[in-house]
């Protein structure tokens, strides 16, 4: 890796800011080192070597916001700060690195990652979207692109007839998640990448909750790999991030104009401390996927709780089809409660372990409430349609030791036994449960 000596036969006329036509090749770098082995070890060592000038382990922080031409027109590969930073360019190659991707963009956050997908559609194209999505992504759809004449449909991703139903003459998109947020219900990525593929649809994965530890959505047919970096892959709550991956050129063109016309890109410390979360990654990932799995099988045997939804379990309606697509069930599971609303509420109030907040795959464990914390933005109506109950509430597990773990939820959901309906019974261990 050579930091900061991009292109230099790229040259710009004019100070500052190239005009919005111009693609150059500094950062869309089809050649860009590619190590090999295993995602652990890609994790490790995806975006490059160390620093060629000082042999630094790590890539400095560039913070500069400009940078000296050589003559007018005549950079090294980097001029303004918007359109290109070193720092970023290392984790965009890191981040293409694990998705197995040609390109690789990161924005300020997943949002300003899925606005700036969106922005490659024109007035009057139609996406259709996983009625299960982020309510952020739904937000930007309803209340946005709405406004641009982009209009969205909403289907069930694992109804095939659904989704060819939906694709119209101005059908440009689909849009999914899998596993979806937060019921975790799965899609098959082969068979819609199939029909995106079939009738010329670009494919927008988010792959936030999987990570490409456990799925790489290219490798099924994806265009677009859209990730909100700010969860598993900095993995410590500390940085918002966004991150679009791809193996399309045309596509990446486009990305990178958007990118530096729009402007949403991340600091050039927070493309530091992303590429440092990245290291952990794999083990990370694993050691929260087992205590996930422990936990919900766990989970599944107390009477308290109506449904736990988690892929890892048989009883999940797409449990096949996630052993099959990924390596992994993930380590989000969310439970209905019995008791509704107040038995959600009191169970977020008693926990001392996890947090009661918002976001998830971070080190410490998560629980909200998304009807009234992240899926507050999608109207009642649309959360009863889709499934999402009052009395859901998704936990978000973390690296914590699992006795810790179960002992938290214990006591929280002795605290909602007052709310149980009387067909519920009491204690609320229903069965012995063998999990581990
Ligand atoms: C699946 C998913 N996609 C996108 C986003 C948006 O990411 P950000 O909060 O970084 O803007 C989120 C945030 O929770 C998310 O869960």
């Known amino acids: 890796m050579t930091i900061g000596l991009g292109d230099t036969s790229s040259v710009e006329i004019g100070p500052g800011d190239p005009g919005p036509d111009h693609i150059g090749p500094d950062t869309i770098d089809s050649d860009s080192v590619r190590p090999g082995g295993k995602l652990a070890t890609l994790c490790v060592h995806a975006g490059g070597g160390p620093e060629p000038v000082t042999g630094a382990i790590n890539p400095p922080v560039f913070l500069s916001t400009t940078f000296v031409q050589d003559g007018p027109g005549q950079h090294r590969g980097y001029h303004y700060a918007r359109a290109g930073n070193p720092t970023r360019t290392v984790v965009e190659r890191a981040l293409a690195d694990l998705e197995g991707a040609r390109h690789g963009f990161a924005f300020a956050s997943g949002c300003a990652a899925t606005t700036t997908v969106l922005l490659t559609l024109r007035s009057g194209d139609h996406v259709i979207v996983g009625k299960d999505i982020y309510s952020g992504t739904f937000r930007l759809l309803r209340n946005v692109f709405c406004d641009f004449a982009i ?112 402007g949403a890109v991340p600091s050039p410390l927070d493309s530091y401390l992303l590429l440092r979360g990245l290291k952990t990654l794999a083990v990370r990932i694993r050691q929260q996927v087992e205590n996930a799995r422990i936990l919900a099988r766990w989970l599944e045997g107390f009477s308290d709780i109506v449904r736990v939804h988690y892929p890892g379990l048989s009883s999940h309606p797409d449990h096949e089809l996630a052993a099959r697509q990924m ?89 909602t036994r007052c709310h149980n309906p009387p067909s519920v019974q009491r204690p609320g261990l229903a069965k012995e449960v063998s999990g581990e």
């Open 151 to 262: 209009e969205a449909t909403f289907v069930d991703l694992r109804d095939p007839g659904e989704l060819d139903r939906a694709i119209r003459p101005a059908t440009r998109m689909i849009w999914m998640e899998t596993p979806s947020n937060p019921l975790l219900e799965v899609a098959d990525l082969s068979a819609i990448g199939e029909v995106a593929q079939r009738r010329s649809l670009v494919l927008v994965v988010d792959n936030t909750f999987a990570t490409p530890i456990l799925q790489r959505p290219l490798e099924y047919g994806a265009t677009l790999v859209v990730h909100s970096t700010t969860k598993y892959l900095n993995g410590h709550c500390d940085v918002l991030g966004g991150a679009v991956l791809t193996d399309d050129n045309a596509l990446a063109q486009r990305l990178e104009l958007l990118q530096k016309a729009v």
């Open 327 to 415: 390596k992994g069930p993930g380590a989000i599971i969310s439970v209905e409660l019995a008791g509704g609303f107040a038995a959600a509420r009191s169970f977020l109030q008693a926990m001392r372990l996890f947090s009661c907040a918002i976001s998830l795959g971070g080190a410490e464990s998560l629980a909200e409430h998304p009807a009234s914390m992240t899926h507050a933005a999608v109207p009642q109506a649309v959360r009863r349609a889709v499934g999402i109950s009052d009395g859901l509430v998704r936990l978000s597990i973390g690296l914590e030791d699992i006795d810790d773990l179960r002992a938290d939820v214990e006591c929280a959901l002795a605290a």
